[in-house]
């Protein structure tokens, strides 16, 4: 595993994510497509909670504490438990980029970790380096996601106009 270039491409992503929502106002972010849903404010925040509370300290915990339970998390029941949807777009941004900043820096010092120090899951083991693959994933799920959003939000305030000249989405 290259850390310097994924920590490259997870800086990359927090931009790309930052670009995608930053002009929107907390109405926009707050819309949801549906009751089911999650809202871009949602993801936002989804994103920061993760970037605190799962990937980093589960990599740390599998790397520098063998054998110690992982800590609980509930990503799901946050999204209304931590009452999501009524935060502020700006300040659920700034706080995303600052962790990711503090994660990047993180990873930057780690060294040459040995990526295949397993970690025994309910579901089975997993290795540090699949943590640290599927973080970079997750970015880009959630980008797909908040385009995807901005899509829906977008054609929904252009109605009752049609977007069918933009090309077929």
């Not at 589960?58 to 063998?66: A, E, F, V």
Request: hydrophobic residues 40%; contains cysteine; glycine residues 6%.
């Amino acid at each position: 595993m290259d850390i310097e270039h994924l920590a490259s491409q997870m800086a990359g992503n927090a931009a790309m994510i930052s670009a995608l929502v930053q002009s929107l106002s907390d109405q926009q972010a707050r819309w949801r497509p549906d009751p089911d849903s999650w809202s871009i404010l949602e993801v936002i925040n989804h994103l920061w909670d993760e970037e605190r509370e799962d990937f980093r300290v589960r990599i740390d915990y599998t790397l520098y504490l063998p054998g110690e339970p992982w800590p609980g998390i509930d990503p799901g029941g946050w999204v209304t438990e931590r009452r999501y949807n009524e935060r502020r777009l700006r300040a659920s941004l700034d706080g995303f980029l600052s962790a990711r900043k503090a994660s990047l820096a993180w990873l930057r010092q780690l060294g040459e970790p040995d990526w295949d120090v397993t970690y025994e899951t309910p579901w089975g083991p997993i290795r540090a380096g699949d943590v640290f693959a599927s973080w970079v994933a997750h970015d880009l799920l959630h980008t797909r996601q908040l385009v995807e959003l901005s899509w829906d939000c977008t054609t929904a305030q252009l109605e009752p106009y049609s977007t069918e000249y933009a090309g077929e989405w």
